[in-house]
């Protein structure tokens, strides 16, 4: 990819950060949960990190440290950008450590959804009348699954933030859509937004026309390339393509947190040599060193992303998010390995819990919205992706009247009209519950039987095909990675599923035909005694016959570090951390949808890091 300069003549009025103090000749550090090495993202109890007191003490004259910065942000997505504005703009050198190629995180490929309030000059334009009490009020409430658990310390720092944090952001650059916030989805019992007014506002990227990652349009990006922008004219620094390992602390797990261990990774493309470069190059700090260690002088802030990629600490919170799940939003751009949950906890950091999580099964898992693909959390990838080999198919928009979906063995396992309620239905989750243990095996014959979820895959013909006007072929369907299936028959096609990760489970082709003939019964019927099902339209009965992948996806994450109200990360003590901070979606204490709560907590990290005394 040609690096390119940035335009200074483009910046907005106001973008620019007062002086900074600039680092010593370069800084290094650790990166972010974005490009993590595989076999991090599937962590097994014996391969995580030694429990803090087998850790032997530190003494900062011995390590050698190899660059240093008054504040070093992990991490370049929507956190760990504000978190570096802010901390530079209150006088603070800052270094970014990011493991991907690229900078943006999650947010670079997001909807751009800011939810901000608080009274924002967005809100008064359009006659909204919103507080910073009305904002905390609203997000502590009992009556709303995603406010009920929240951590009303957390909940009031980001409240009194979050109009200037808002605000902030634009003054660097963002551009927001000029549209009426809207309020999403009720404020009731089990509802999933908290919201008495309305909030939710989007990023405007269309003025400046960068290309997505996805090939298609992300308006996520209008968050993250305008900021990263401003920082680099300002002089903050990036290392790229290397992940945090570890952070480095004073003494026996009781003294600062000093620094950060980082080792390198690179992102090659299969087929290609050279790895990936960044989309901007000024202030990149150039090495390929494998390991290096990186000192802050003032603090840390860790703003790593999402930990659900990482399969042992899911599984912590929820035993049956087995390795399958392997469609996470984000990837393959960004990854959410979990790397700044262990590297706290390693130090002695306590976690919270993202508690409407815990206690409803989650909004983490959806239905995909696009079959027969790995990746099929969101709008899918196209060719002109600048990640299209890693990605390798577009998938397919389902046709919920045309198809069943079927478990490992071929048997149905809930109702599909639930399954296609969407991520913010509730009653998915009755799917959901029964999809991820529906699976059961003795292999071995001897009566220790085995429970699985597994590979879901959805079944349909070529009528269906026909009707959809589907392309089934490779790119839009990965055949050659095990993500799609083709056969004259249905037993055929049985026999032609591979399980993947499962593979010792095989589908039964006489199971999978009873299932379909059932199914067209129920259709014949007008009924469907198994499961309810009402959109029973079209029946499976032409060759062709298609399995295509249709597993649940992951997105967002259970629990995060525990942080107070100036996001200091505590320990499992209730005692701060001196000098380490979090913001985003590794720090934990709040949920609810959109960048707000992100933004506004990376924004509070870099004030209170940059403001350490030392």
Same mark, same amino acid.
């Given at each position: ?22 680092a ?22 014996e ?32 956190a ?46 359009? =006659? ?9 009020l !609203?997000?502590t409430?009992g ?56 909030r ?15 090939g ?24 790229m ?58 603090g840390?802030?860790?703003a790593?992303?999402?930990s659900?990629?990482?399969?042992? &600490? ?7 998010? =087995? ?13 959410? !390995? ?35 693909c ?9 060719s ?32 599909? !009209? ?12 009755? &799917? ?81 035909? !009873? ?19 009402t ?16 597993t ?63």
């Amino acid at each position: 990819m040609a690096k390119k300069e940035i335009s200074r003549r483009d910046f907005i009025k106001g973008a620019a950060i007062g002086a900074v103090g600039v680092a010593s000749a370069g800084l290094l550090g650790a990166c972010a949960a974005s490009s993590a090495p595989d076999a991090d993202a599937q962590k097994t109890p014996e391969s995580t990190p030694q429990p803090p007191e087998a850790t032997p003490a530190v003494n900062e004259e011995e390590i050698k440290w190899d660059y240093e910065a008054d504040v070093v942000v992990i991490g370049s997505g929507g956190a760990g950008l504000p978190a570096a504005l802010k901390a530079m703009e209150d006088g603070a050198s800052v270094i970014i450590v990011e493991a991907n190629w690229d900078v943006g995180g999650h947010a670079a490929v997001s909807g751009g959804n800011l939810h901000s309030g608080c009274g924002t000059e967005i809100q008064k334009r359009y =006659g909204i009348e919103d507080t910073a009490d009305q904002y905390y009020l !609203d997000h502590t409430t009992g009556l709303c699954l995603a406010s009920r658990y929240d951590d009303r310390n957390y909940v009031r720092s980001v409240a009194d933030h979050m109009r200037e944090a808002y605000e902030f952001i634009q003054e660097k650059g963002v551009l927001v859509a000029d549209r009426e916030p809207t309020k999403q989805y009720a404020y009731t019992e089990g509802g999933t937004e908290p919201e008495t007014v309305p909030r939710w506002t989007y990023t405007d990227a269309t003025t400046e026309g960068w290309a997505s990652y996805t090939g298609k349009g992300n308006n996520g990006i209008g968050i993250t390339r305008p900021l990263e922008r401003t920082i680099r004219a300002n002089g903050g620094q990036f290392l790229m393509n290397y992940h945090m390992d570890k952070i480095i602390r004073e003494g026996n797990m009781s003294g600062r947190a000093l620094g950060i261990q980082a080792g390198y990774t690179p992102t090659v493309l299969p087929g290609e040599s050279a790895r990936l470069e960044s989309f901007w190059n000024e202030n990149n700090i150039e090495t390929t060193q494998p390991t290096v260690n990186v000192r802050a002088k003032k603090g840390i802030v860790v703003a790593t992303g999402g930990s659900v990629g990482n399969l042992y &600490f899911r599984t912590m919170f929820d035993p049956r998010l =087995g390795p399958e799940l392997d469609g996470l939003s984000g990837e393959p751009f960004s990854k959410q !390995d979990a790397s700044g949950e262990l590297a706290g906890m390693a130090v002695g950091a306590s976690l919270g819990t993202l508690a409407a999580y815990m206690q409803h099964g989650g909004h983490q898992i959806t239905m995909p919205s696009l079959f027969g693909c790995q990746y099929g959390y969101g709008s899918g990838y196209t060719s002109k992706s600048p990640i299209w080999k890693l990605a390798r198919a577009s998938g397919i928009s389902p046709d919920y009247e045309s198809l069943v979906i079927v478990n490992m063995l071929g048997q149905r396992c809930g109702n599909e !009209d639930k399954a296609s309620g969407g991520k913010y239905s509730y009653d998915s989750y009755d &799917f959901f519950n029964t999809a991820l243990a529906s699976v059961v095996v003795d292999p071995d014959g001897d009566g220790n039987a085995q429970r699985y979820g597994g590979p879901l895959w959805a079944i349909f013909d070529q009528d269906c095909v026909d009707r959809q006007g589907y392309a089934m072929e490779q790119g839009v369907v990965d055949f050659e990675s095990g993500y799609c299936f083709k056969a004259d028959t249905l037993e055929e096609l049985a026999a032609a599923v591979v399980n993947k990760y499962y593979e010792h489970v095989k589908m039964d082709p006489q199971i999978l035909a !009873d299932t379909i003939t059932r199914y067209n019964g129920y259709i014949d019927a007008g009924s469907d005694p198994e499961f309810n099902k009402t959109t029973l339209v079209n029946k499976i009965q032409k060759g062709p016959f298609y399995a295509a992948w249709a597993t649940p996806c992951l997105h967002d994450t259970y629990a995060g570090l525990r942080c107070n109200d100036k996001m200091q990360v505590m320990d499992i003590f209730g005692e701060v951390i001196p000098g380490l901070y979090a913001g985003g979606e590794c720090s934990a204490g709040m949920r609810i949808h959109g960048f707000g709560r992100v933004i506004t907590s990376g924004y509070i990290a870099g004030k209170f890091a940059a403001a350490e005394k030392v």
